[in-house]
C-alpha cells in the first residue's frame, strides 16, 4: 500500500517558466492538502482539494497559481510564470474520508522547486 | 488566527539525554499533531491528539487542552533522532481544514 507519492522530488524552473507539481494520495484516500515551506520558514497551508473541488483556497497565492483533483489521476498544482520567490519545498497530504482533522494526515515526501 | 510557538527553536543534547519539546496554541482545536522532518527530507506524522497521552517507542506525547499546551517526549535519545519535529493544530469547522504550524524545533542528538 504505497504512501501519498510526490512528483518529481526535485524541479528546476527558469524563471518565466510553468511548473506542475504531481500528488497521488494514498489509495483511499479522498483529500488531498498541498503546503509549501519556504527556506528557513515554517510550513504554511496553500490549499484543500477533494475529488473535482476545490473546498479551501484561502492559502493560495491570488496570482499564477492553480490547483486541481480531477476525478482520475494525481493532484495537480500548477506555478505559471514562476519567479525566484517560489523556490520553496512543496508538500502534499492525504487524508481518508471525513477530513484530516478528523482522520489525520499521510504526507508525501515533496518537491524541491528551485527557481534559477 | 490560531498561532502555534514551539520552544525550544534548537536543541543539541547528549545520547541518551531525555527529551522535551512544547508547543503552545492560542484558541481552540481539534487536534494536534506532532511531525517529524529530516533534512532535504519527507514529513513524518508521529502523533494525533485530541487528549490525555500517547506513547509509540520511545516517543510519548501528551496534551493539555485548557491549558493549550503540548509536549513531545523523547527518552533514550539517539543521534538518529536527530530532525526538526513540528508541531501542528486542526480545527473542524469554519471552513479551512489544514493544518496551522509552528515553526519547528531543530534537534540534534551528539553521539
Known amino acids: 500500500n504505497a504512501g501519498v507519492m510526490q512528483n518529481p522530488r526535485h524541479l528546476v524552473r527558469r524563471r518565466g517558466q510553468e511548473a506542475r507539481l504531481r500528488c497521488s494520495p494514498m489509495k483511499g484516500h479522498s483529500h488531498v492538502y498541498w503546503y509549501r515551506q519556504l527556506p528557513e520558514e515554517g510550513l504554511k497551508f496553500m490549499v484543500y482539494l477533494q475529488k473535482e473541488n476545490i473546498i479551501d483556497e484561502s492559502g493560495m497565492p491570488k496570482e499564477r497559481f492553480s490547483a486541481e483533483f480531477p476525478k482520475e489521476g494525481p493532484s495537480i498544482l500548477r506555478i505559471q510564470q514562476v519567479v525566484r520567490g517560489d523556490s520553496a519545498a512543496y508538500f502534499c497530504?492525504?487524508?481518508?474520508?471525513?477530513?484530516?482533522?478528523?482522520?489525520?494526515?499521510?504526507f508525501g515526501s515533496g518537491t524541491r522547486l528551485t527557481v534559477v | 488566527k490560531n498561532e502555534v510557538e514551539q520552544s525550544p527553536q534548537n536543541l543539541t543534547a547528549q545520547e541518551g539525554e531525555f527529551i522535551t519539546i512544547n508547543c503552545s496554541y492560542s484558541?481552540?482545536?481539534?487536534?494536534l499533531h506532532w511531525l517529524q522532518q529530516h533534512p532535504g527530507g519527507g514529513i513524518v506524522s508521529l502523533f494525533m491528539?485530541?487528549?490525555g497521552k500517547k506513547k509509540h517507542g520511545r516517543l510519548i506525547a501528551t496534551i493539555n487542552i485548557q491549558e493549550k499546551h503540548s509536549s513531545l517526549h523523547i527518552t533514550a535519545s539517539h543521534p538518529r533522532d536527530s530532525a526538526v519535529y513540528i508541531c501542528?493544530?486542526?480545527?473542524?469547522?469554519?471552513?479551512?481544514?489544514?493544518?496551522?504550524f509552528g515553526k519547528g524545533t531543530h534537534l540534534i542528538i551528539q553521539p
Open positions: 484558541v481552540g482545536i481539534s487536534a
Open positions: 491528539l485530541s487528549s
Open positions: 501542528a493544530v486542526s480545527y473542524s469547522g469554519g471552513g479551512a481544514d489544514g493544518l496551522t
Open positions: 497530504a492525504s487524508s481518508p474520508l471525513g477530513s484530516g482533522t478528523n482522520y489525520g494526515y499521510t
